[in-house]
């Protein structure tokens, strides 16, 4: 068990419709991370948080946005949903990205089906 | 713009032997991290192992080691005495030094590979 909650473990739903994945992180970390995993295909880089503000940014599409709260746990929205969106979304933490040997720790994902 | 390329799609190992996975990556830094991740069938992400660039030494965890080769570019993956537990896709992944992602607001994301399914025949 890395410490890290993902929530739902599963989501259907339909296109043009609008969801929220949740993510808390382990006890202590500061920093978290989202990632999809599409079919077949590593794992790319959406966001990053630092202790409530955004650190750095991939190539999220402006359909989906994020947020960490002041209790640390994170927040991802989609909307608009695209079928091509039906992907593993996974949230990772780490203490501080101060500490670059510092690993990311994963949660189990949340497998989100938009059909 | 830093790349991680795992030329390997597939591999396959018979129990107890020995497999190289391969990984390149792409940069212009001198200073930086790499990691290699499992990702069994329950498609959870493991660390397996991490390396320090200004490490010389190879780092090693058990059945697991690297090959780090800073000139080549090189961070392969040696799995000794392969285990049906191993079975797994592999990724490898690079991250950057702390004053370089401060510069280009990097912060500690992980860059990864597009993976290696490694199968483990009994």
């Known amino acids: 068990d890395s410490g890290v909650t993902q929530t739902p473990k599963h989501l259907i739903t339909a296109t043009g419709q609008r969801v929220t994945l949740r993510c808390s992180p382990r006890s202590g970390d500061l920093s978290v991370y989202w990632y999809q995993q599409s079919l077949d295909q590593g794992l790319q880089f959406l966001i990053q948080?630092?202790?409530?503000?955004?650190?750095a940014k991939g190539n999220i599409l402006e359909r989906f946005s994020a947020q960490q709260f002041p209790d640390l746990h994170s927040e991802l929205n989609l909307s608009s949903l695209e079928l091509g969106d039906s992907a593993l979304y996974f949230c990772?933490?780490?203490?501080?990205?101060?500490?670059?040997?510092?690993?990311?720790?994963f949660g189990n994902g949340t497998r989100l089906t938009v059909t | 713009a830093q790349t991680v390329t795992q030329s390997q799609p597939e591999m396959s190992v018979q129990e107890a032997e020995t497999v190289t996975l391969s990984c390149t990556y792409d940069t212009s830094e001198s200073d930086y991290y790499l990691f290699w991740y499992k990702q069994p069938p329950s498609r959870q992400m493991i660390l397996v192992i991490r390396?320090?660039?200004?490490?010389?030494q190879n780092a090693t965890e058990n059945r697991f080691s690297v090959n780090f080769q800073k000139a080549a570019k090189s961070f392969s993956l040696k799995i000794s005495d392969s285990q049906l537990g191993d079975a797994a896709m592999y990724f490898c992944?690079?991250?950057?030094?702390?004053?370089?992602?401060?510069?280009?607001?990097?912060?500690?994301?992980?860059?990864f590979g597009q993976g290696t399914e490694l199968s483990v025949k009994p």
């Open positions: 948080y630092y202790n409530g503000e955004e650190r």
């Open positions: 990772a933490s780490s203490p501080s990205d101060r500490v670059p040997n510092s690993p990311l720790h």
């Open positions: 992944a690079y991250r950057f030094s702390i004053p370089v992602s401060m510069i280009y607001n990097q912060g500690g994301k992980l860059i």
């Open positions: 390396q320090e660039a200004y490490k010389q």
